[in-house]
């Protein structure tokens, strides 16, 4: 499995809808959503109907509408997006457990190959289907205020000095600029979900 750029942006949107919530913002609208996290305004808007259209999200019209999540943060499953905007799972449709497709493996009983993406597929639903939006802004919001970060969607946030935003394409084009490490290095444990719920652990 791997998140496409639809599936990145329906849950960063998400999350910023659930902290929006907490911070007792009834209604967010797209291009605020948009220039929180340097989106195209366009293609958000089209995830945002799909969202709403699942039942995930739900929006009101007018000079002060805007989007709001349709159900409590505690009952939306991270799962349940990824296979809403991305499809299955599980890297190969012979162990899908949602849009099973047969494989050309002349043996699938005993097809080695099969059995470790079952493993691929079990371990990536156990993580996905066990943690909601909730789980994951209640972490996004305890990381930001442990390292002092102005929230967002809060009166404090929209009262700090913020540096000015840049578009997404320009911020890319920057990114890309700067000087790649020699090797790519594993992300440390303490950046994980897991790990903010768990403490230390190992996998």
Do not use: W
Request: proline share 6%; glycine share 6%; with cysteine.
């Amino acid at each position: 499995m791997k998140l496409s750029k639809k599936g990145e942006y329906a849950l960063r949107s998400l999350i910023n809808l659930g902290i929006a919530a907490e911070m007792d913002r009834k209604l967010v609208q797209v291009s605020e959503l948009a220039e929180n996290e340097q989106l195209p305004v366009k293609f958000l808007e089209q995830i945002l109907q799909a969202l709403k259209e699942a039942g995930i999200v739900a929006s009101q019209r007018g000079k002060f509408g805007g989007y709001r999540l349709a159900r409590p943060a505690r009952k939306i499953f991270i799962g349940e997006v990824v296979r809403l905007i991305d499809g299955p799972l599980a890297p190969i449709g012979c162990v899908s457990q949602t849009a099973y497709e047969p494989c050309t493996c002349p043996d699938e009983a005993h097809c080695g190959l099969r059995m470790l993406m079952v493993d691929v597929r079990n371990a990536i639903a156990d993580i996905l289907d066990r943690y909601t939006l909730a789980d994951v802004v209640e972490i996004t919001l305890r990381k930001m205020r442990r390292d002092s970060v102005s929230l967002p969607f809060s009166a404090e946030g929209a009262n700090s000095a913020q540096p000015p935003r840049i578009p997404a394409r320009m911020a890319r084009q920057q990114l890309s600029r700067r000087r790649r490490p020699a090797r790519a290095t594993r992300n440390a444990p303490s950046e994980g979900v897991l790990h903010h719920i768990l403490g230390e652990y190992t996998i």
